[in-house]
């Protein structure tokens, strides 16, 4: 357990298998990543990436190229007459070049090219015959699905053309191995294809073969004992077990040649892989005496051979493959009693190869099983064993065996006298049984207590069943017990273990000792302990890159006079320490063993640091974590012999880390003492003062348990005090260093009683009917028969189009002639179906006996249809609100789809709400109008509003204030707050002071009604004082008013009569017209309800007022006011703990952008807030998101590949079958554009907007198209280029991007409306480099809206999309379907890509969108002659364009059309000249010489900023390739050297999947930037870029400079003007 929890433990012994150390990036073996197939001949010098990888000449001479073209391209298959399927081919293929014929491995290269060219999908999968099939044939299948898995792309959907042939070709797996010895590396193979058939639970195909694997009829192969053991105690299975041995009978009857249950694939074919596995992992490492084979004396074979590789791989991948089934509940139920019966757990752990020195990996795994073997669950019904209960069966269990030993045993009979806290003792129990003869001892293992089969060929081995006896009967320490005493900060042992962390380049190939999230979960401590374990894990990653990043810039040496460790460099995030002290060590809490706190002072000199980095050390904040780093840099000589070899040691070898340590800030002091950012109230705002002097004390609290851990080993071992050795402290950005706190959350979670609602328990454990939660199947007593769905609906014929198939009928509650908004909406049938038995709970999360599915696990049941109803829809007149326009609520101007209005009705039933919403599809507009109308449905109740970004989230917020909902309910918890786009403040203390402001307007207004009845002005003193005012004068008047009226009934009797005419005097319209009595009363009411609602606003407003500390006013409003508080879910994690102590309650959880919020993020929102009496308060559950695009972010991609880390809870549902809502009319894009991605949706379509309005008929000017895929050549013989690993960059595709961006700026498109997008790091640098060269300082481009990855602008869009895909030898991370639609999605009208057309033209995964690009010419059709305010043209009219053939042709265009405009601005600035110069009178005679000396200086630097343009373009028309050559290589090379100097500078680095040790390189552009701006110009640029305008506009050309731009630039000019004079 404590290994899983990754603490280290018993595999921290040996040097691993060779993977101890990490590859230093751009040596050794590199990782082949998804879709790395395709690699250029040339390389950068420094780095070649994919050590696997396939260049583009060597798959063209290729062989398997050649057969491919031959016989199942996707060129030969369109023929009409296709080649014939020749099993030989597949048979040849097999053989010799995927080494069917050969004990090694075949290479990846081989696999990935096969698999590439669609060889499953067009060839093997398409002629695949159950009968005729070869061996061949099958095992070619195996390995390139198992290659799919690998990439991480999608490996079933190959299988979709004939899933009917899917039950044959899973026969044939199972039975491939009957008669048949395979080869090591095909065993593996094997093996890799059950592993990932077991975890594709999703696919109904797949599941239903794979679980009769696992069912029932597996027990044929327990012992005899055993099997009656298990009968006996489950009553149900015998009953099963009795059937299926009389209907075996009865076939056995009625056919002779049937074979017998007991030998069918269902009961042989787990069986036979565990006797397979045991003789493998006694081959690769046998003990000559396995008796005599101690712990400490470890086998001396090689695993380091070839054979001995395979064989280990084997065993870790055997015991992963244990361990997943033992995760899952449908296969574990069955499994494990087979697995405990066969006691592979200790055979393993009793085997030779776990005492290897080189097997590491494989202790790692065995300790992961042995956790899910042993974890408390009742394996048949599912349900979790509390601590209780596991600790009253152990007891039980051990006075069964002791009143055994009692009557039967009398050599243990002082065992049986002797208490169970020493019977449960290891060392006791081996006491006693040593007493036993070894055959004693078997008889008593195999016949009394049946622990094992006597025929077990272990049963032998006195050791064995010595162990089987005490591995039963010792007591095992609880879970929470370990997670409690688990450090939450990584220390050196685990930061740099490649069997934990794995370095970035993991391939996929071997497998890692980490936790897995899949489809379900054993228990609620099960899904937490995973998350908790890769959640710690992953900011462990994080934390080691930076540790790696400030170690190599510190630059330590030991001194040779002083021996002390000295540092010659510096980095931003880290300082020396000058002393360490523990200050304090308090003793341990009852009941604990580490001390209760740890305190330490760190004391650092900040004397030495520039003025902003000392800034940030001096705002350390309570409860930063920092690092305290020990660094003993090794001399030359052991460096030397790190590197023998060619090895190369990991940051941490070769800089001399020693120690990390993790602490956590409580206080910063200055050189006098004094208190540096106080967060406790100790020190008054007016007393505070700027710190003294440089000198920093920061007190911190250590981690207690670690403590604890480091002095048992120092006092054991005898060794350092490893706390009076550190001599560095790092602090990290805060915003990657709230790891600790959503730990310690997740920590929390595991230590209570988790409730979820009863409709939500089961799905979210992966079991149970998926659509349970679904509001149809809650209790009818539950539901909202009738919804006031407010302003929803625009009109009458909008309710009847909202509900297709339904019987609806409108009615008129109103006095208009037609039915007006808002509508109530009553549904006349139930609408919860029927509900099953109360039995079911345990029902669903069983399975049957057989192994088939009946309500239980992964069935992913579809959404039933739902039967027409007859709704009624009735309009009514909303009470009117008041006489002022700030009475009348805003109107909601959406006209919702019909799919829209089935997510808003289901949002406001309680239950579970899925919807799914394609780009552009109003996804926020519908979130909107669920809390617009749940909040007047049930306004009792109170919402929690979840968001993965702060923009989201603010987005939502918004749109939110903008309807009808009350701002003083409203809160929004966060520092994104200060986003938002109001000017009202919804922070905490916001929302306190506007209520306290609200409170005085009121008051005010109270005081202007009591002097005008006369009453003393001091009833608005205060709320309660106004409270008694209402009583006694307001609401008595009204009641007079009301009963005096109702006598009189008169046309002017309201007028006459209505006793607040004075205080409405001030309305903007005529209260009372006096002449419709019904209509006045209704207008009084109307007033009368503003009085309410104000005096209403000051009950709220007097808590605020009787509580007189800010803390409390600000948590009364979180936990009493806000009825809608809106949160990220990080910072649900962050402070899950302060929501708890204040006593947070809500009933609804609302979630946007789930699809991108990791499992547990998505999890601790829904636990803010303590159960009452066990039962969850949670009502509703909307979740809303879209899983066709990417996922949560995860670095690493190990986490990612193997673990799944990056799987969203949205995902899981949706994998799972839970029923949900796909919005299905998308409104942002051209029709044309949407169907790019629209196949990845069912039934996406279009609004009519988006054909009917002008913007999306007219074409893009001077574009003949509004999209195209722009084939990008290589430029000056170079593709891509990686200057620096994974730091991707591809000239040519920059320099074509920011070319055609200048030509769309000179024909008038806004920067704003164009967006440069990318899909790596390296080019989104490069792009920006080459913006700020050629378009930054030039008023006529300036630069786009924005420069961004695909992943970072997800959630955002732009009206012009130009998109640069950067890869030209590998496909890359685009092939991820997710990252495609998401790239695609994001323009509204025009969208350009630059790519390489012949590489992703062959892609399976992209085939379909890249089929629509590739329709059309991949050079680019241009009408230069039009402009943005006069183009006219209709989209579908291509006219006549002219064809660009590369880059040197647009550059060419774009310069002269840029030499144009320059000469047009510089005409007109002569005009301003000249008008300058002839002034009306003598004064302005006199200035004029300098205004036209200063616009020509302004001309002149305008002028020099773009010569390098205009020489480009000079070059160009001259038929040469200047323009983009010379400033592409002095863009390379600046990129290069910016990255050689992050090496040594403290630039902050951006962190990314693939590119995380990799600085930004915008900054080295300086020195060829071009003339600078004469600072002696007077004149201003704006002007005379002003001017230029109205000379274009008057000539009829429309050119729109970027105002933005100009004015930066004129600003950097004043400034640099006055930086000059200074000097």
Not at 20 to 25: A, L, S, T, V
Not at 818 to 841: G, I, N, W, Y
Not at 1427 to 1440: E, F, H, I, M, Y
Not at 1545 to 1553: M, N, R
Request: aromatic share 8%.
């Amino acid at each position: 357990m404590a290994r899983f929890a990754g603490a280290g433990g018993r595999g921290s012994r040996g040097g691993g298998r060779g993977r101890g150390r990490r590859p230093h990036p751009g040596r050794g073996k590199l990782q082949a990543g998804p879709g790395a197939a395709i690699v250029d001949q040339e390389q950068s010098a420094s780095y070649r990436p994919m050590g696997a990888a396939l260049t583009i000449q060597e798959i063209a001479a290729d062989k398997l190229t050649n057969i491919a073209e031959q016989n199942w391209s996707t060129a030969v298959r369109s023929k009409a007459k296709s080649p014939a399927f020749k099993p030989s081919v597949v048979d040849q293929i097999y053989t010799t070049e995927l080494n069917g014929d050969q004990d090694t491995a075949p290479k990846l290269k081989r696999v990935m090219l096969l698999e590439i060219s669609q060889y499953l999908e067009n060839y093997l999968w398409p002629n695949f015959d159950e009968e005729t099939a070869t061996y061949e044939h099958v095992m070619s299948i195996i390995l390139m699905v198992n290659e799919k898995f690998r990439e991480n792309v999608p490996a079933w959907d190959g299988f979709t053309q004939r899933v009917d042939a899917l039950p044959g070709f899973f026969n044939r797996v199972t039975t491939l191995k009957t008669g048949r010895q395979l080869r090591q590396h095909e065993k593996v193979s094997y093996l890799m294809f059950a592993i990932n058939a077991f975890q594709s639970l999703e696919n109904s195909a797949v599941r239903a073969r794979v679980l009769k694997l696992a069912s029932l009829p597996l027990w044929h192969a327990l012992s005899e004992g055993r099997l009656q053991l298990e009968l006996h105690a489950h009553e149900q299975l015998d009953k099963a077990w009795r059937r299926l041995a009389k209907r075996d009978a009865k076939a056995a009857q009625a056919d002779p040649a049937h074979v017998p249950a007991a030998k069918q694939p269902e009961a042989v074919f787990l069986p036979d892989m565990l006797n397979e596995f045991l003789q493998v992992l006694d081959d690769v490492a046998p003990a000559s005496d396995p008796e005599a084979m101690q712990e400490d004396t470890p086998p001396a074979s090689d695993l380091t051979t070839a054979q001995n590789k395979q064989k280990l791989l084997y065993c870790e991948r055997f015991v992963e493959f244990l361990t997943d089934l033992l995760s899952q509940l449908p296969t574990r139920r069955f499994i494990r009693t087979l697995l405990e019966d066969r006691a592979i757990l200790i055979k393993c752990r009793m085997s030779a190869l776990f005492h290897h020195s080189q097997a590491r990996l494989f202790v790692q795994l065995v300790d992961l099983f042995q956790f899910y073997m042993m974890f408390p669950i009742d394996d048949h019904t599912g349900d979790p064993v509390n601590d209780e209960d596991v600790t009253a069966a152990h007891y039980e269990k051990v006075q069964q065996v002791q009143r055994l030993f009692f009557k039967h045993v009398h050599k243990l009979r002082d065992l049986a006298l002797a208490n169970c806290g020493s019977v449960e003792k290891r060392d006791t129990l081996r006491k006693y049984l040593n007493l036993l003869e070894p055959q004693e001892l078997k008889f008593l293992v195999t016949q009394q207590l049946r622990l094992v089969s006597e025929d077990d060929p272990w049963a032998d081995r006195t050791d064995f069943l010595m162990e089987v006896m005490v591995s039963t009967y010792e007591r095992r320490s609880f879970q929470t017990e370990v997670i409690n005493e688990l450090p939450l900060y990584p220390t050196e042992s685990i930061l740099w273990d490649e069997n934990q962390v794995p370095d970035v380049h993991y391939t996929g190939q071997t497998c890692l000792a980490l936790p897995k999230l899949n489809l379900q979960f054993l228990t609620f401590h099960d899904y937490l302990l995973r998350n908790f374990n890769l959640f710690r894990l992953e900011a462990t990653y994080e934390i080691r890159e930076d540790i790696s990043d400030v170690i190599g810039r510190v630059g330590a040496y030991r001194d040779e006079d002083t021996d002390k460790v000295e540092f010659r460099g510096w980095a931003r995030m880290a300082s020396p320490i000058e002393e360490f002290t523990v200050i304090e060590v308090r003793k341990p809490n009852v009941g604990e063993n580490k001390p209760a706190d740890v305190t330490a002072d760190i004391v650092i000199n900040t004397a030495s640091m520039r003025g902003d980095i000392r800034s940030e050390w001096d705002e350390t904040k309570q409860h930063d974590v920092l690092f305290l780093l020990t660094i003993r840099p090794p001399d030359q000589a052991e460096l030397a012999l790190m590197q023998q070899d060619g090895a190369e040691p990991h940051p941490a070898e070769k800089f001399g880390l020693a120690y990390v340590r993790g602490c956590e800030v409580m206080e910063v002091k200055d050189e006098e003492g004094g208190l540096m950012n106080d967060f406790t109230g100790r020190v008054r705002r007016e007393d505070w003062h700027p710190p003294n002097g440089f000198r920093r004390t920061v007190t911190v609290a250590m981690d207690t348990a670690q403590y604890q851990m480091d002095i048992n080993h120092m006092q054991a071992a005898k060794g350092e005090d490893l706390y009076g050795t550190f001599n560095l402290v790092m602090r990290r950005k805060p915003k990657e260093n709230n790891f600790k706190a959503v730990l310690e959350s997740i920590r929390d979670l595991m230590n209570e009683d988790t409730v979820m609602p009863d409709w939500l328990h089961d799905i979210f454990l992966g079991y149970g009917d998926p659509a349970q939660a679904k509001y149809t199947h809650m209790p009818a007593d539950q539901l909202l028969q009738t919804i006031d769905f407010k302003d929803t609906f625009l009109d009458a014929a909008h309710v009847k189009e909202s509900f297709p198939g339904n019987e609806v009928t409108v009615q008129n509650g109103t006095e208009l002639a037609e039915p007006q908004r808002p509508f109530k909406v009553t549904f006349a049938q139930p609408l919860a179906e029927a509900q099953p038995d109360s039995k079911s709970a345990k029902k669903r999360r069983k399975k049957s006996a057989g192994g088939e599915e009946t309500e239980n696990g992964v069935a992913a049941a579809a959404e039933p249809v739902q039967p027409s109803q007859t709704l009624i829809a009735e309009s009514y007149t909303p009470p009117d609100p008041g006489p002022y326009p700030q009475d009348k609520p805003p109107e909601n101007p959406v006209r919702f789809t019909p799919v829209q209005v089935e997510a808003i009705k289901s949002g406001v039933q309680p239950g579970l709400t899925m919807v799914v919403g394609p780009p552009g599809t109003g996804k926020t507009d519908t979130a909107v109008q669920i809390m617009h109308v749940l909040y007047h449905n049930c306004p009792g109740q109170r919402t929690l509003l979840i968001t993965h970004s702060n923009q989201a989230l603010n987005d939502l917020f918004e749109k939110i204030l903008e309807r009808d909902v009350p701002a003083r309910y409203l809160l929004r918890l966060g520092m994104g707050e200060q986003e938002l786009a109001t000017e009202m403040d919804f922070s905490r203390v916001g929302r306190v002071n506007a209520m306290l402001a609200r409170r005085l307007e009121l008051l005010a207004e109270v005081e202007k009604l009591a002097r005008q009845f006369g009453v003393a002005e001091d009833v608005a003193y205060t709320c309660e004082t106004a409270a008694h005012f209402w009583l006694l004068h307001v609401l008595s008047r009204w009641e007079k008013f009301l009963a005096q009226a109702q006598k009189k009934k008169t046309s002017d009797c309201i007028k006459d009569l209505f006793p607040f005419k004075a205080y409405f005097a001030d309305a903007p319209e005529t209260l009372f017209a006096g002449a419709d009595y019904e209509a006045d009363l209704e207008k009084a009411r109307g007033c009368w309800r503003h009085l309410r609602t104000m005096f209403q606003e000051l009950e709220e407003c007097r808590a605020f007022e009787l509580l007189k500390g800010q803390a409390d006013r600000v948590n009364y409003l979180m936990t009493k006011q806000a009825k809608i508080v809106a949160m990220t879910c990080t910072h649900a994690a962050l402070k899950r703990r302060e929501f708890l102590q204040l006593g947070l309650k809500y009933d609804n959880l609302l979630m946007e952008e789930s699809a991108q919020i990791l499992e547990i993020e998505t999890f601790i929102p829904m636990l803010l807030q303590r159960q009452e009496d066990g039962y969850s308060r949670l009502k509703r559950v909307i979740l809303i998101g879209d899983h066709h695009q990417l996922p949560p972010v995860v670095k690493n991609m190990a986490f990612q590949k193997y673990s799944h880390l990056d799987q969203s809870l949205f995902t899981r549902f949706i994998r799972l079958g839970t029923p949900y809502i796909q919005l299905n009319a998308q409104g942002r894009a051209r029709p044309s554009i949407s169907k790019l991605y629209n196949w990845r949706y069912q039934a996406l379509g279009d609004l009519p907007s988006v054909s009917e309005q002008e913007r999306f008929r007219k074409g893009n000017a001077g574009l003949a198209y509004d999209y195209q895929f722009i084939d990008t050549p290589d430029f000056e013989g170079r593709g891509e280029t990686v200057p620096v690993p994974y730091f991707f960059q591809n000239l040519a595709e920059a320099e074509y991007v920011v070319t055609l961006y200048q030509y769309m700026r000179l024909l008038g498109y806004p920067a704003g409306k164009i967006s440069m997008l990318t899909t790596y790091n390296g080019q989104k640098a490069l792009l920006k480099d080459v913006v700020e060269r050629r378009c930054a300082h030039h008023p006529a481009f300036g630069v786009p809206h924005k420069i961004a990855t695909v992943d970072k602008y997800q959630g955002q869009q732009n009206d012009y999309i130009l998109l640069s895909l950067v890869r030209t030898r590998a496909v890359g991370h685009i092939r991820d379907v997710r990252r495609l639609v998401v790239a695609l999605s994001r323009a509204r009208l025009g969208l350009y890509i630059f790519g390489r057309a012949e590489l992703f033209a062959n892609c399976y995964e992209l085939s379909p969108a890249m089929k629509q690009l590739l329709a059309r010419p991949q050079q680019l059709h241009l009408h230069p002659s039009e402009r943005v305010a006069s183009c006219q043209r209709n989209l579908k009219t291509l006219g006549k364009p002219i064809i660009i053939p590369g880059l040197p042709e647009l550059a060419g265009l774009v310069g002269q059309m840029a030499a144009q405009w320059e000469a047009r601005a510089q005409q007109q600035a002569m005009h301003v000249n000249t008008d300058a110069e002839t002034p009306d009178d003598g004064s302005d005679a006199a200035a004029g010489p300098e205004t036209a000396s200063a616009t020509d200086a302004a001309t002149t630097s305008e002028a020099g900023a773009t010569t390098a343009d205009r020489e480009d373009a000079t070059a160009t028309a001259a038929g040469t390739s200047r323009a983009p050559g010379s400033t592409a290589s002095s863009v390379t090379q600046d990129s290069t050297d910016a990255q050689e100097e992050a090496k040594t500078s403290d630039a902050d680095q951006e962190a990314t999947h693939g590119s995380d040790a990799v600085a930004g390189i915008s900054g080295a552009i300086e020195a060829d930037r071009g003339p600078a701006v004469d600072a002696n110009a007077d004149a201003s640029l704006s002007d005379v870029v002003a001017d230029a305008r109205a000379s274009e506009a008057a000539a009829g050309v429309s050119i729109e400079p970027d105002i933005t731009s100009m004015d930066a630039m004129e600003n950097r000019r004043q400034k640099k003007k006055k930086r000059t004079a200074t000097s």
